[in-house]
């Protein structure tokens, strides 16, 4: 029997299908106001962390460009994305209400208090590589629903370099491959899986590389350079929209700070390694490039800064406001359909409940 031929590259995709036209002005400026926003909301959750107003957080500093970059990419119509606990950057982008985001990381409610078919955002979940199974299983279910005359609706899946060696995500990608699922892998790869260096947990030191073993294109990008995130995730989610299979596309960036708020990097790595291996900084690195070319000045920087401080400032306001859940939502969320024995228990939780 003869092999079967490698899905098709990216190469033979046309230009027109994978949305290539270059940002203009406006969209440039869009771009870095997003990217400020993100900055200043992580930079203001590990300082709530550090307050004692969320119990934990995982930061995202140095993947901003990563994380506005695809989110710019996705449709909030017809695609879904799939986040890990670190995707702030991408639920901002998307426009989730980010009080009912960091909800979760207040620890008074599981998956956010947003609502994820609305938003097209799944809830995050700490299970490392989980959400790659969910996302195949979701874009599997728009091919078996067919496709609309746009096209299929994309599954972007969110993963590190270190879920990567996790057996799950290898299942994901197989599946993914043998059914042609419309699902993105987006990849970020930040160095680092908690404390362990890249070149040690993943065999190659390339997870774009492993895409060929299951016959997928891959993309390999700078991941701190917003607009080729951008170009590389449309024409990844342009790919997979046209019925042509899933991609794989790996981000390189840098996780600048600890992998969470209870890690500590000075035990693994120091100032001048971050400093040294962390690149140049993706906002100040776009902010050049506006600059020369004449699409935004200071004025316009200083206000995008006071703008998005002013924004996290909001954001606070509602995480403090925010109260503890009914308690009467641990039996209204747990089956899709009650159960005898659950509706005794919700029973004689109200019956105890007013009479304390």
Known sequence: MAPRALAATLDTLPPSQADAAAPGPARLRDLYRMLANVRQLDTSAVAWQRQGLIPGYAPMLGQEAAQVGAGFAVDTTRDFVFPTYRE??????????????????????????????????????????????????WAHGQTLNGASPDGLGVGLAFLGDGASSQGDVHEAMNFAAILKAPVVFFVQNNG?????????QVAGGSVAARAAGYGMPALRIDGNDVLAVLDATQRAVAHARAGLGPVVVEAMTYRRGPHSTSDDPGRYRTLDDEKIDGGEDPLRRFRSVLVEQGVADAAFFDKTDAD?????????????????????????????????????????????????
């Open 308 to 356: 998005a401080q002013t924004r996290a400032d909001e954001i606070r306001d509602g995480v403090v406001a925010l109260e503890s859940r009914p308690g009467s939502e641990m039996f209204n969320f747990v089956f899709q359909e009650s159960t005898p024995t659950l509706g005794a228990q919700a029973r004689q939780w109200r019956e105890e409940s007013e009479h304390v």
């Open 88 to 137: 702030m950057g991408v639920a901002y982008t998307l426009g989730l209400n980010m009080v009912e985001y960091m909800s979760t990381h207040k620890a008074i409610w599981h998956g956010g208090l947003y609502d994820p078919v609305a938003s097209h955002f799944a809830p995050f979940q700490a299970v490392v590589g989980g959400s790659v199974l969910h996302a195949v299983g």
């Open 192 to 200: 680092w899986a908690i404390s362990v260096p890249t070149e040690q």
